[in-house]
């Protein structure tokens, strides 16, 4: 299938957000923040060093960017400049990823883990959360390949990609931001899951890129729908839109930078679901 094509000509979309009308995604290959405003003007907001991934909003509204190469989280200030506000290297061991950011502003913030385009073999690395005065701390063990991740409107629940585990995995909050009860949310088979988000009846749509998919999947595993987008690559998607039903996908033709930034094949489009988002950090 083809959705309706919103954006093109970018390199890698990735880790979008729906805030205040707005779609927000980093082109992350390019190190770029765009906004996709309700007209359907593509505004550049922003670039980051060391290519940009996750995004999210501290309470106070200001935005939080993650920064894979150089694993930091930037804050936007209010002058619209970047500032530094939390180092991650010294928990992340690879590329700094997707993020959330829950209504507390502790931010949970997966990583690679190893080099992935270097041809490294993977390994267990951690979910890191920086809480609201910058402090940085390991919030998972464990893990393989962190990646999107979402929380419920209830802010009870962390759902985190394990891509490489072929998973969701689940972990409850507690009332200082600790993870506990880790549990398997869903076993996806063959499925690489990477940019998540949740719907209002619990459900998760996932990205498979290498299936060249998004699937809509209950806790368990069991696929209630499955979009297929032939040979382009869903890496994450988000619902969004004045009633919460409309599904971004950010999809390229591949991951290796060297590849987007040449071709930039990248886009996002839109494809019309019929239940709306859970409810957005």
Not at 29 to 54: E, K, T
């Amino acid at each position: 299938m083809k959705g309706e094509v919103l954006v093109d000509g970018v390199a890698f979309p990735e880790c979008p957000r729906w805030r205040d009308g707005c779609l927000w995604f980093s082109d992350q290959h390019s190190g770029q923040v765009f906004c996709l405003d309700a007209a359907g003007g593509l505004v550049h907001r922003i670039d980051v060093p060391g290519r940009a991934a996750g995004l999210g909003w501290l309470p106070d509204g200001r935005l939080l960017v993650a920064s894979m190469e150089q694993r930091r989280l930037y804050v936007m200030d209010a002058a619209q400049q970047l500032q530094v506000y939390a180092d991650l290297a010294s928990v992340h061991h690879g590329q700094s990823n997707d993020m959330v950011v829950d209504a507390s502003g502790n931010a949970y913030v997966g990583n690679i883990g190893f080099d992935f385009n270097g041809g490294e073999e993977p390994r267990e690395t951690n979910v890191a959360m920086v809480r609201p005065d910058g402090a940085v701390s390991v919030a998972a063990r464990d893990m393989l390949t962190p990646n999107g991740s979402v929380i419920t409107p209830d802010g009870a629940t962390l759902i985190v990609a394990e891509s490489l585990a072929n998973r969701l995995t689940s972990f409850s909050i507690g009332s200082d931001g600790a993870l506990a009860q880790r549990s398997v949310w869903a076993q996806l088979g063959d499925h690489v899951p990477d940019g998540i988000c949740l719907d209002a009846q619990g459900c998760i749509w996932l990205a498979s890129p290498y299936a060249g998919q998004v699937l809509r999947v209950q806790q368990g595993g069991a696929v209630l729908q499955r979009l297929d987008f032939g040979e382009a690559q869903p890496y994450a998607c988000m619902l969004g839109g004045d009633d919460g039903c409309t599904l971004y996908v950010c999809l390229a033709p591949h991951h290796d930078p060297a590849v987007t930034l040449s071709q930039r094949a990248g886009s996002v489009q839109a494809v019309r679901v019929d239940v709306a988002h859970a409810g957005l950090p």
